[in-house]
């Protein structure tokens, strides 16, 4: 008669921590998956909006104060921080009205339309630029293949209400328009072409300023100096640290989470843990989409 022997208690504890370690990656890996989907599909909007609504109290009582920046620089010479209110763009036509921020990287991108820093400010003479999210977080330039030719829409700065015509919309292998012509100005609208988040080039829209330019101070971030994550359709460049940290927290939690399942109950677990994993995959599922093209 054979006798079984018991497996060594080692041998036990380790298969043991391995499910629990491959459980807690596979509850990762979906929260991650749902968490970016929920982030690009539906949370990011709401985020937007918010921020919206913040940079448009704030703009409002720098226009109320006088103190609205008007150049690259602020009132005491340093530049504008990224992020910062400079204009309110109104297209009737397309029903939008969005506050302008300062810079047009991924993470200025994700509260509203962006100014490129080395063009002068809205309503100023020279060629300004402005980039704006065609989908996700609420997609403020989603409809700007809409405009024709002729149709006017307003920025208003620190310096005024600045009108706008639009003179065309351009894809990838249109002519540009003409230069603009001493003391003239210019605005370009610039978004993603393509499938909704599945950006496959750029779409401009070019409008010339039909209201009279205001003072345009000199330029102290020279044109072709901005780092390259701040043109169109660029990613972020460098390690994304605090993706990294957010995605550790992630992992120690969902391990967690395996090892409470078993030794606390399914309903405690429940509990105690799902906000916590639900938070947290929020916060990598925002790192991730700060990842994504900025024009998305």
């Not at 022997?5 to 041998?11: D, G, N």
């Not at 677990?269 to 998305?296: D, H, K, M, S, Y």
């Amino acid at each position: 008669m054979t006798v079984a022997l018991p497996l060594p208690l080692t041998r036990v504890r380790s298969v043991t921590a391995a499910r629990h370690l491959a459980r807690g990656a596979l509850l990762s890996l979906a929260a991650l998956l749902l968490g970016v989907t929920a982030q690009l599909l539906l949370v990011s909007g709401v985020q937007e909006h918010s921020a919206q609504h913040a940079a448009y109290d704030e703009l409002r009582g720098r226009l109320a104060l006088g103190t609205a920046p008007v150049a690259q620089t602020d009132q005491q010479g340093a530049l504008l921080a990224p992020g910062t209110p400079v204009g309110l763009i109104d297209i009737p036509r397309l029903g939008m009205s969005q506050v302008v921020l300062e810079g047009t990287d991924s993470s200025v991108l994700t509260d509203g339309p962006g100014h490129r820093r080395d063009t002068p400010m809205p309503g100023q003479a020279g060629t300004s630029v402005l980039m704006g999210r065609a989908a996700a977080y609420g997609g403020p330039f989603g409809t700007l293949g809409s405009l024709a030719e002729g149709d006017r829409f307003t920025v208003t700065t620190g310096q005024g209400r600045a009108t706008y015509q639009v003179l065309d919309v351009r894809r990838a292998g249109d002519p540009a328009p003409p230069a603009v012509a001493g003391g003239s100005g210019r605005l370009v609208l610039v978004t993603a072409t393509g499938p909704r988040f599945v950006p496959s080039g750029v779409l401009r829209v070019d409008a010339d300023l039909v209201s009279r330019a205001f003072q345009t101070p000199q330029a102290v971030i020279r044109s072709g100096t901005l780092p390259a994550s701040e043109e169109p359709l660029a990613r972020p460049s460098g390690v994304p640290w605090p993706l990294v940290m957010w995605l550790q927290a992630l992992l120690l939690a969902a391990v967690a989470a395996v090892w409470a399942w078993h030794r606390w109950g399914r309903h405690q677990t429940w509990i105690v843990f799902a906000p916590l994993v639900a938070v947290l995959g929020l916060q990598v599922a925002t790192r991730t989409t700060e990842l994504l093209p900025n024009l998305l």
